[in-house]
């Protein structure tokens, strides 16, 4: 036992840089978890400075400075920013909140659809099985208001927290672009000097981040957008809310189109009941989540590598269970860091090593050795 303990050690941490680069993930695991929480608007930052990188790049192909450049995107960014809260805060915030105050009225037309179900379909819903429904709502209303509670004392909490992101995370993604080589340089200091492996990872973690989030950013978009357009002709709702919570579902795949559908389901039902307005809504949002799927997808993120479906579906449990819905979000980066760590890991493991034979070796099977240094050269 302890010799199969022993060469299964030395087949995959016999390589220093493999060491270097396990200690390199650990020491950005520990920091993650002990200080994730405190250090959210830096990795925020970090993570906006990554995707306005290329953008600066792109200026600096112009020749233009690289201050010149960073500030110029900066200030885009911050005009980006200023946009979405003059101009989508406030519609959000008031369909929301007329959402909270019509939920009680929306329960009760909801209650008197459903007592009509025993009377249209008498052979498939019973008068029992209704009033099982309204038990388990009974149940639940006090668990929910108590949360609407818990959610309306901590709002101030939240918009304290909201304005020091508004302020803080703009200011940092400025340094992070304008000072990323002197940043990069102070952080190689603190690495070991061999570091091929822990390279190799990087590009191609970088390439697939890159080329991850830039889809993703698009996808939310586009259905976001495409989704509302087709729930505000409809007529449903509450459809810039709805809308932009599809969006952002996309982030979280298989399970985020699978939890929306249940809300769209309920607005769309308190508002119309059993109509056909109904369907229309349920069968507008399985295209859309069809198209999204199975074109709009795989085109966005055709350079991105592919996880099987259950390893998607076990890192969400995984990475949502330890972080939360920030690990919701980033599970499927962190799935493609761990792939791309294994698959070099695993390079690494199965190439040949150069065998250098002795000069004595080739004298005795008829070589002649070389009688000098600079001849054996």
């Known amino acids: 036992m302890n010799k199969i ?5 030395q087949r995959y941490f016999s390589d220093p840089q493999v060491i270097n680069l396990v200690l390199v993930l650990t020491f950005g695991l520990f920091v993650i978890l002990m200080f994730g929480h405190m250090l959210m608007p830096v990795i925020l930052s970090m993570i906006i400075a990554y995707l306005l990188d290329g953008l600066v790049t792109w200026l600096q192909s112009f020749r233009i400075p690289r201050v010149v450049a960073v500030t110029i995107v900066s200030l885009l960014f911050i005009a980006l920013i200023a ?4 101009g989508l805060l406030p519609l959000l915030t008031d369909q929301l909140s007329q959402l909270l105050q019509e939920l009680p009225a929306m329960i009760a037309k909801g209650q008197q659809e459903l007592l009509r179900l025993p009377e249209k379909y008498p052979q498939l819903i019973s008068h029992e099985n209704i009033n099982g429904v309204f038990a388990y709502i009974d149940a639940n209303i006090s668990v929910l208001g108590e949360y609407i509670l818990t959610v309306s004392l901590h709002s101030v909490l939240g ?11 703009p200011f940092l993604v400025f340094f992070f672009l304008k000072d990323k080589e002197i940043i990069f340089q102070w952080l190689s200091s603190f690495l070991p000097e ?4 822990t390279k190799r990872v990087w590009h191609e ?9 830039r889809g993703k950013i698009w996808e939310i978009v586009l259905v976001w957008s495409t989704t509302y357009i087709t729930f505000f002709f409809i007529g449903l709702q509450y459809s810039m809310v709805l809308s932009l919570f599809v969006g952002l579902a996309v982030l979280i795949p298989y399970i985020g189109a699978t939890v929306m559908f249940v809300p769209v389901a309920l607005i769309a039902f308190f508002q119309w009941g059993l109509d056909l307005n109904l369907v229309y809504v349920l069968t507008a949002y399985a295209v ?3 198209v999204d799927g199975n074109i709009l997808a795989p085109l966005l993120l055709s350079e991105v590598v592919d996880i099987h479906p259950v390893a998607t579906i076990v890192a969400i449990l995984v990475f949502g269970g330890l972080w939360g819905f920030w690990g919701l979000v980033f599970a499927i980066p962190l799935a493609t860091l761990l792939h791309s760590v294994h698959k070099a890991w695993t390079s690494s493991i199965s190439r040949p090593v150069p065998v250098t034979i002795p000069a004595t070796y ?12 600079a001849q054996a050269e």
Do not use: C, K, M
């Open 194 to 197: 061999e570091r091929g492996l």
């Open 159 to 169: 918009l304290i927290e909201l304005l020091v992101y508004v302020v803080l995370v």
């Open 362 to 373: 080739e004298a005795a099977a008829g070589s002649p050795a070389p009688d000098t240094p």
């Open 288 to 290: 859309i989540h069809a």
């Open 205 to 213: 973690v970088n390439v697939q981040f890159a080329n991850y989030i």
């Open 83 to 86: 946009a979405l809260i003059v």
């Open 5 to 9: 303990i022993h060469d299964w050690f």
